[in-house]
Antibody, heavy 118, light 107 residues
């Protein structure tokens, strides 16, 4: 069965950095694009970034462009999100999700909480 | 950027009620719309994709319709497990946008 497990969240000071990981299993990871989505406390969902199956193209929300970098290691079945220059408004639960080529996102991780605070 | 606007923001309903949630796109997205259900502390769950296709395993009381800029999610007979927050999501040309959510509460 498909499993996505995020890790790497925690408390970080404004201006700091953090790297999130999403370990994938139960499907051919190297065949699917992957997303990061976040949800600030008590707020709605915000798409953050997408990477194509082979890492050839990456797309970002304007709110994180230039600060966050999405990447993947298909040999390790792992997705990453490098977050730099963190701000208080980046505080959220971060989810990874499996893209299904226009059939919606049927698989999500459980989320990892990132708190940006001094 | 494409904006998605859901209405209402909150909906109070009783078990057995027919419930309709509307989602409007700021420009045409053809049928590239999905609906998700989210419960507190949990990841979203896919209900509908491509505006009207029911995801495998989702009860048939859920249905979606619409195209272009106006879409609806209908729950034909609200069940206790359906009290949750619902989000629409557009996907178009490598951008993805969610609506602000509709919370379905017990009346």
């Amino acid at each position: 069965q498909v499993q996505l497990v995020e890790s790497g969240g925690g408390v970080v000071q404004p201006g700091g950095s953090l790297r999130l990981s999403c370990a994938a299993s139960g499907f051919t990871f190297s065949s699917y694009g992957m997303h990061w989505v976040r949800q600030a406390p008590g707020k709605g969902l915000e798409w953050v970034a997408f990477i194509r199956y082979d890492g050839s193209n990456k797309y970002y929300a304007d709110s994180v462009k230039g600060r966050f970098t999405i990447s993947r290691d298909n040999s390790k079945n792992t997705l990453y999100l490098q977050m730099n220059s963190l701000r208080a408004e980046d505080t959220a639960v971060y989810y990874c999700a499996k893209d299904s080529q226009l059939r919606g996102w049927g698989y999500w991780g459980q989320g990892t909480l990132v708190t940006v605070s001094s | 950027d494409i904006q998605m606007t859901q209405s209402p923001s909150t909906l109070s309903a009783s078990v057995g009620d027919r419930v309709t949630i509307t989602c409007r796109a700021s420009q045409s997205i053809s049928s590239w719309l999905a609906w998700y259900q989210q419960k507190p502390g949990k990841a979203p769950k896919l209900l509908i994709y491509k505006a009207s296709s029911l995801e495998s395993g989702v009860p048939s009381r859920f249905s979606g319709s619409g195209s272009g800029t106006e879409f609806t999610l209908t729950i034909s007979s609200l069940q206790p497990d359906d009290f949750a927050t619902y989000y629409c999501q557009q996907y178009n040309s490598y951008t993805w946008t969610f609506g602000q959510g509709t919370k379905v509460e017990i009346k």
